[in-house]
């Protein structure tokens, strides 16, 4: 681990100099503090947290050169292209003024578990909750925990956050990254993902825009999101299930 450290800390240092940046302008860009950057630069082992944040603000996509080894069961769950799919959303819903939380947890006897990223509208009390994959490599697993999570999540973290009445809409969206792998097993089980979600994203689309459902029914859909589209402006951040067939992959390995 601490050979990778010290190699991620060389490609963050290298690229910040080849933008002429000093270590306070990457600092404040990655919103982190000086020790953090310095210590990455100098090879220290850093937070999964604090690489993501450096490689996205300098650019680099953490496909991904900025992978440490894993070298123990501890790192399981280090995933940086995970990390940066829940950056980018809670950047953009924090931006819209929705309460967000990540890695939230729930429990309903023996159903327990984390969902990825919620967003709430206290005053509406309105939910949304995201669940971020990089793929499916155990379809039937991912189809029980969501399912779980879409019964039981919102009752439990109304109780827990002290919404009386409970959540008036529920807004659940399974967000898959535009990758080649993650179409390809969509586009194998494309009717369990449409069973488990069978709505359109307009409930989504209207989260992302920053007008959420005030009512209405409990929504389950799918969209593939690309958490960095790059400088091109028009080109579109998601599309919903109905483009599965049509969507060229944006991402390989």
């Known amino acids: 681990m601490a050979r990778a450290a010290v190699a991620l800390g060389r490609e963050v240092r290298d690229e910040r100099l080849r933008r002429g940046w000093r270590l306070i302008d990457l600092a404040q860009r990655a919103d982190v503090s000086m020790s953090t950057a310095h210590g990455v630069e100098a090879g220290a082992i850093s937070s999964l947290d604090g690489y993501v944040r450096l490689a996205l603000a300098l650019g680099l996509t953490p496909r991904f050169t900025l992978l440490p080894e894993r070298t123990s069961r501890t790192l399981r ?73 879409r019964a039981y999540l919102g009752p439990d973290l109304a109780g827990r956050l002290g919404i009386t009445g409970g959540f008036r809409s529920e807004t659940h969206v399974v967000v898959a990254l535009w990758s080649a792998e993650a179409l390809h097993t969509m586009r194998l089980r494309e009717q ?54 049509s969507a060229g992959p944006r991402y390989r390995g």
């Open 77 to 149: 769950d280090a995933d940086p292209v995970h990390a940066a799919m829940g950056e980018v959303e809670a950047a953009h819903l924090r931006g819209l003024g929705y309460e967000v939380r990540l890695d939230e947890p729930y429990q309903h006897y023996q159903f327990a578990g984390r969902a990825d990223l919620v967003a709430i509208h206290r005053e509406q009390r309105t939910l949304l909750h995201l669940e971020n994959r990089t793929g499916f490599p155990d379809v039937q697993s991912f189809v029980g925990a969501y399912n779980g999570k």
């Open 192 to 245: 369990t993902f449409r069973a488990i979600c069978p709505d359109p994203p307009d409930s989504f689309a209207a989260w992302w825009a920053g007008s959420p459902p005030a009512d209405g029914p409990l929504t389950s859909s799918l969209v593939i999101i690309d958490p960095l589209p790059g400088q091109r402006s028009t080109r579109r951040r998601w599309v919903g299930l109905d483009q599965l067939r």
